[in-house]
Structures are given as structure tokens and as C-alpha cells.
């Protein structure tokens, strides 16, 4: 079936063995997407009860049909495992250029089950599937991992890649791609970094030089040509295309649908400082697309903050709902340098942001043992403070140790903090109000 390469590298990093399998018909008629795929070989392969970071998972890359086609905003795919934050289903989304470097090099999917003894990454060219020693990588964050592996394999292999959150077990950890010059691309939820951490695996460097298929090219081209100018003129595409996902901060907290203070809060004036025009004009340099995308949403960010450089991929809606509104941090680039931290340490933005602020406002209520503190006085609006946490998160350290299981593990640790641990059957909730938008609660 064109469209699809019709193979998965099975990897098993506890013995070495890698196979490609064929995908059966069937899975690839009933089981669309990434994630459909994904969720049915998970089905397959994993034992319910097997614990989320033990060799017995499996994790999945998968991409979908579409993927590396020309069919605009194709180039998403799916990382998916058992969670260890729900300690059910999981999955994580993210764009770039990987997925379509992966079907370029001959598989839709890879599946990696077991557990390597010594740090490992897999290197994946046309067809052929390598695993390589990791211990130069080990430790570096995701930033100086992306640097070493090209200068290892070349500057143009796309990687995927954990940062030592990932290393660490860290259950916010999440998955980066295509890491620079202005990336990442980020498969945040989850906790599919920590899943990759388990089996030792630091990263998931691919190339290829094949083209993805179509049915039908001449005929795909034709309905592209008639659909592509109502697609780019639609309002939406129009402000995303100027803004990225920033264009909806301003409408989101006119629907109550931004969370500001840990949820706690309906109306904040300083909102106007993190709408898409202001980011733009304060610290957007410039605009890119994922592979064959018209829309080009992601955009790049470069400015200073503290003496320190902030450069790479922008802050969107979801990254300023978390470091900015829910944490009271109104200066853009303040949350663009938080933003950049959780992309090198390698956390989930969303999720590290929701514990952060179930910990200050634990603190504010008095529930948090000055012992646990280890000299940090929390406070609302301080970037210093929440910069600290992230970086005790991803090492595992002191009150980071806590934080870095989740909420909803942290705050059965603190009697009379679960009412305000902000999430859904452990998964920290996104930057959308269920009071708003019920379905996103
Ligand atoms: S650039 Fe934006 S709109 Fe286009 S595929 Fe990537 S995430 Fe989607």
C-alpha cells in the first residue's frame, strides 16, 4: 500500500536483535495514524500490568500515512508507550523533519523493547539499523547531544533525543527532535523521555535518501492546487502564519480558557505582554515549517536574558500558558529562557510548569516542610525561583526529587495539597480551563 514503506524495525536493546517486520494489511486498514498504529502494536506487545519503565514496555515511534507526503501539515508523528505518569496509555505528538527522515529510510515505524546495559543510541540510514555506544552522549543535554551526534554521523542526520531528565527517570521528561539550529520539536506528554531513559537509549539519529510514495501523484497535486488557497486563507492559518499558536493567547483569555496562578485565577492585565503581536516584537526573529508545510507556524526566538542568550525554537501558546500566565511570569523573554531550559534539561514545558506551580501554592498554604525546601523560599512571578526547580527537577535533586515523579505523586506527599494538583488521571492538564473548554479537562 503505497503510502507507507509497509515496515517496522523492532529493536530489543536487552540482546541486540533487530528485525524488520512487515506491517499486516489489516493493521494498516483499521488502525490509522501514528497513533492508531502505535496504540495496536502496544496492544500487541505489552503486558497491561508491566511497569511503565521496566524492559517489558515498549516504545514506539510511529509515523502515518501521510508523513513526507506533499499533503501540507503531514509531517507529524506519534511517540507512544505506557505512561509512567497515568501508568496507562501514552502518547506525544511533534513536527519537524524526523518522521519524514525515517520513511526516507525505509521504515513507518521503530518499536524499542528491553533494556541496553550500557547507554546506547540507534542509528537508523536506509534500510540499516545500528546500535551504537551513547557514553560520550550520556549526561549532555539535548542541545550538546544534537552537536555531537552530527559531528559523530553528519550534519544532516535528524535526531530524536533525551536530556538528563530523561537519564534520570523523570516522569515529565519528553522526546526532542530536530534540536537545532531552531528547533526543537518537542513530544512532550507523558512521559516518553523517561520511558527512553529506561532503556538506556539517549537518542534516535535517522537518514535516508528514498521517497515516500503516493497513490496518485498527478491527482494528489491537482486537489492540492484547489484546496491550498481556501487552507491559506482562512483566518486561523492567516494568524498562525504571522503568530504561530501565539495568536490564541489573547482570544484564550477572553474565553477564560488561559490559566493564570495555578488555575486559581479568572483576569491578569499583564496577558497583554505575552499576546502573539508583543512576542513577535520583543523576541521573534523569524519564521520555519516543518517538512513541506505551507503554514510555517514554528517560529525562532533570539534575545538576552540575564547576559545569557536565548536562542532557538519560540514560545507558543501552550509554553506561555505554563512558564508564563499559570506561573504569573509576564516577560516574554524571561519565559522564553524557562521554555529553552526545559528544551536542552529535556522536560515537558506543560507538565514541569503544572507541578511548579502546585508547589508554590502548596508552599503559600503552608503545607510544605521548611525541611524540604533546602533554602528555597517559593514566590509567584519569580523566574529565578522556577529556573532552580527546573534544574533540581531534571537531576533528581532535593525538592526536584519530589516534583519530578508529577503532580499528582508530589501531592500525596503534602497532606491537603491534592484540591489544587492540576491533573487528569496523573497527567499534569494542558494550558486550556476546563471551565472553559470541558473536553480539555
Ligand atoms: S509548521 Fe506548524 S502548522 Fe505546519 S506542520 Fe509544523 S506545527 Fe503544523
Known sequence: MKCYCGKIAYINLSDGKVEAKEIPEEYLVNFLGGSGLAARLIFDLVDPTADPLSPENALVFMTGPLTGTIMPTGARMTVAAKSPLTRGWGEAHAGGFWGTELKRAGYDGIVVTGRSEKPVYIYIHDGEVEIRDASKLWGLDTYEADIELKKLIGENVRCAIIGPAGENLVSIAGVFFDVRPDGPR???????????????????????????????????????????????????????????????????????????????????????????????????????????????????????????????????????????????????????????????????????????????????????NNERLGGIRPKWGDHKLVEELIMKIAKREGIGELLARGVREASKEVKGSESFAMHSKGLEIPMHDPRAFKGMG
Not at 485565577?265 to 516584537?281: C, I, P, S
Open 186 to 368: 518537542v513530544a512532550g506528554r507523558c512521559g516518553m523521555g523517561a520511558v527512553m531513559g529506561s532503556k538506556n537509549l539517549k537518542a534516535i539519529a535517522v537518514k535516508g535518501s528514498g521517497k515516500v510514495e503516493v497513490e496518485n501523484l498527478p491527482s494528489l497535486r491537482e486537489y492540492l492546487k484547489r484546496i491550498l488557497p481556501s487552507i491559506m486563507s482562512f483566518p486561523t492559518t492567516q494568524l498562525y502564519s504571522t503568530y504561530g499558536t501565539t495568536a490564541e493567547v489573547g482570544p484564550m483569555y477572553t474565553y477564560g480558557d488561559l490559566p493564570i496562578k495555578n488555575f486559581s485565577m479568572g483576569t491578569w492585565d499583564e496577558v497583554r505582554n505575552l499576546e502573539g503581536e508583543e512576542v513577535a516584537k520583543r523576541i521573534v526573529k523569524g519564521h520555519r515549517a516543518c517538512f513541506n508545510c505551507p503554514i510555517g507556524c514554528w517560529r525562532y526566538v533570539d534575545c538576552e536574558v540575564d547576559g545569557e542568550k536565548v536562542v532557538g525554537r519560540a514560545i507558543e501558546y501552550e509554553s506561555i500558558g505554563a512558564l508564563g500566565s499559570l506561573l504569573l511570569i509576564s516577560d516574554p523573554a524571561k519565559v522564553a529562557k524557562l521554555h529553552q531550559l526545559c528544551n536542552k534539561l529535556g522536560v515537558d514545558a506543560i507538565s514541569t510548569a503544572v507541578v511548579v506551580a502546585w508547589f508554590i501554592e502548596a508552599y503559600e498554604k503552608g503545607l510544605i
